[in-house]
């Protein structure tokens, strides 16, 4: 069956960068995109972008312009997010998701990153 | 702030019918029938329980359905189980700048 796996825990100090990455299988890796979604501590999800793995092309959220890099490794089904300059109110689960015509289906584990000093 | 409008809680007892809804605007809900639903237990990931306003992946309850009416979606949960007891958000295509956005997430309490 289709799955995402993503890469465990991370503790990062302010400032520091944070690489998550997000294994498919079960799929033919470039015929659907993937889509990163955070969720901070007791909210809710937000969109940060998305990648099409069939040509790298991608697509940021206005909010992480500048601070995040989506890519693939094709040879390995792997998408990765990096999100740079962490602050402490980057302090949420990452999740990946494979992304159909409009809906996300299914999501990895989620990836805890926190940012403290 | 989130870019779509839910309640934040939404409550009914074991076999009842309940319904949330999910406001957004012409540049999303009302643009498109590219709106999503998702259940999230507490420490789960998110699982998609409707696609494309109203319709249900292979596995999920028929007691789940969707629908939309101008710049709002809804989701409705018929026959109440304690298993539906979770957070629920929306999801929806914005076109104009290639993204998609969420609700804020509304708890579901069976009483």
């Known amino acids: 069956q289709v799955q995402m796996v993503q890469s465990g825990v991370e503790v990062k100090e302010p400032g520091a960068s944070v690489k998550v990455s997000c294994k498919a299988s079960?799929?033919?890796?470039?015929?659907?995109?993937i889509t990163w979604v955070r969720q901070a501590p007791g909210q809710g999800l937000e969109c940060m972008g998305w990648i099409n793995p069939h040509n790298g092309n991608t697509k940021y959220a206005e909010k992480f312009q500048g601070r995040v890099t989506m890519t693939t490794d094709t040879s390995t089904s792997t998408a990765y997010m990096e999100l740079r300059s962490l602050r402490s109110d980057d302090t949420a689960v990452y999740y990946c998701?494979?992304?159909?015509?409009?809906?996300?289906?299914?999501w990895g584990q989620g990836t805890l990153v926190t940012v403290s000093s | 702030q989130s870019a779509l409008t839910q309640p934040a809680s939404v409550s009914g007892s074991p076999g009842q019918s309940i319904t949330i809804s999910c406001t957004g605007s012409t540049s999303d809900v009302g643009s498109n029938n590219y709106v999503s639903w998702y259940q999230q237990h507490p420490g789960k990931s998110p699982k998609l329980v409707i696609y494309d306003v109203s319709n249900r992946p292979s596995g999920v309850s028929d007691r789940f359905s969707g629908s939309k009416s101008a710049n709002t979606a809804s989701l409705t949960i018929s026959g109440l189980q304690t298993e539906d007891e979770a957070d629920y958000y929306c999801?929806?295509?914005?076109?104009?700048?290639?993204?998609?956005?969420f609700g804020g997430g509304t708890k579901v309490t069976v009483l």
């Open positions: 998701a494979k992304e159909w015509a409009g809906w996300f289906d299914p």
């Open positions: 999801s929806s295509y914005r076109p104009s700048t290639i993204s998609w956005v």
């Open positions: 079960g799929y033919t890796f470039t015929e659907k995109g």
